[in-house]
């Protein structure tokens, strides 16, 4: 029997969970280039949602007021996470699994019915699309109806699943989009952070309920884009989830305004389980046995893969949308920034065989290449302009000599 490498193993596992981000925040790039007119649009700053609570942003402003209302306000949205994890925590530790289970399928029918169907509203008025509102009505129920049981059935073809999962990503990632400049910004730094501590500090929320999901062998309530089918068998198995958020914490930012009891969770899955010696030199992302080649075959088959919690594909979304109301150039900027941190965080969790937060690696570099444009930007403004003004000196000396 051929042994698979480490490199094409790992390869392919890249690929299954980088496509579908890609696509995520490419669409995401058009709806937003589409609808939005630009970062500092009045209409964004007038918007108030979980995530902008605290402080409203406004235009007239200063950068000192602007920066500490959004920190501000990133400190509370924070909080409030991760005061509902634990409150997640909670419930699933008392065996409340089918009020949370209900409480999923309600929101992904609030975000595709009501969020989903808003910007389709918006995106029609744009570009003027002769449509009926019975007919729009029926289209968007059929839809949402179609894509909970796609999300929450079994015997779904993945595929379908895969889809639904990428369009709740594209329509809360666009609603988040909405939120004032600064605000975005501070957010998304806030919550790598946060993705940071609750995932591999002791004691944090999402460490708690990847142990706690691993004695009961069950899946987590949360919602999480897989590469492959997963055999119910191997939930336990699950050692190579990336920790992100669930599209109901999005949903809760994006939509505060229209229902605050939205909760907001973030969504790692199980510890590992020892590596096997034998297998050092095999993919480690592939577990498997050279002496027994069927029994290796039968473990591949069974092993779950890379999964992808639904906020990673939100955040990295809304660091390109938001970056797509500058220029193309910070767009692809902050595209290859996040697809070079997820790359990086693929490969470290390969190494450690844990889960890992996607958030913060990619994030980081995301608002550094961001900052690093901006900064390059005013750099060339201003150049311009003192250019501008020894022209005007020398025409001015040239004129006072005549």
């Avoid at 490498?5 to 589409?34: D, Q």
């Avoid at 744009?126 to 796609?150: C, K, Q």
């Avoid at 080649?293 to 979304?317: H, R």
Wanted: contains cysteine; charged residues 15%; negative net charge.
């Amino acid at each position: 029997m051929v042994e698979t490498s480490v490199l094409s193993t790992l390869g392919v596992e890249i690929i299954g969970v980088m496509s579908p981000v890609s696509i995520c925040m490419s669409l995401v790039v058009l709806l937003v280039s589409s609808l939005s007119s630009s970062p500092s649009d009045p209409s964004l700053s007038s918007i108030r949602t979980a995530a902008n609570m605290v402080y409203l942003e406004k235009p007239t402003d200063s950068t000192v007021q602007k920066l500490e209302g959004s920190l501000l306000n990133a400190f509370v949205f924070v909080a409030l996470i991760a005061v509902v994890t634990f409150l997640l925590v909670l419930l699933y530790y008392y065996n409340f699994t089918n009020f949370l289970k209900n409480y999923m399928r309600f929101s992904a029918f609030f975000v595709l019915a009501s969020m989903g169907g808003s910007i389709a509203v918006a995106f029609i008025g744009r570009f003027s699309i002769p449509v009926d509102a019975v007919t729009f009505s029926i289209v968007l129920f059929n839809f949402t109806i179609a894509g909970v049981a796609s999300l929450f059935s079994t015997g779904t073809p993945i595929l379908v699943r895969q889809g639904y999962m990428v369009c709740l990503g594209i329509i809360v990632a666009a609603w988040f989009t909405r939120l004032p400049e600064w605000t975005t910004w501070s957010l998304l730094i806030a919550l790598a952070v946060y993705d940071l501590v609750a995932v591999l500090a002791p004691g944090g929320p999402l460490k708690l309920l990847v142990e706690l999901a691993s004695t009961r062998d069950d899946d987590l309530p949360a919602l999480v884009y897989e590469a492959r089918p997963t055999p119910a068998s191997s939930r336990s198995a699950a050692r190579l989830l990336i920790a992100g958020a669930s599209s109901d914490a999005a949903e809760a930012a994006a939509s505060g305004s229209s229902s605050s009891s939205h909760s907001i969770e973030l969504q790692p899955l199980s510890s590992p389980p020892l590596p096997d010696p034998e297998a050092e030199e095999r993919s480690p992302l592939m577990s498997g046995s050279r002496d027994r080649p069927e029994e290796a075959f039968g473990e591949a088959m069974m092993d779950p893969g890379i999964k992808l919690g639904l906020g990673d594909f939100i955040f990295y979304s809304v660091l390109v949308g938001r970056a797509a109301m500058y220029d193309l150039m910070t767009v692809y900027a902050c595209y290859l920034a996040i697809v070079s941190g997820l790359a990086c965080t693929l490969m470290l969790l390969s190494v450690v065989r844990q889960a890992l937060p996607a958030l913060p690696i990619s994030i980081t570099l995301g608002d550094l290449e961001r900052l690093q444009l901006l900064l390059s930007n005013e750099s060339k403004r201003l150049n311009a302009a003192v250019t501008e003004l020894k022209e005007l000196e020398t025409v001015r000396v040239s004129v006072e000599c005549f």
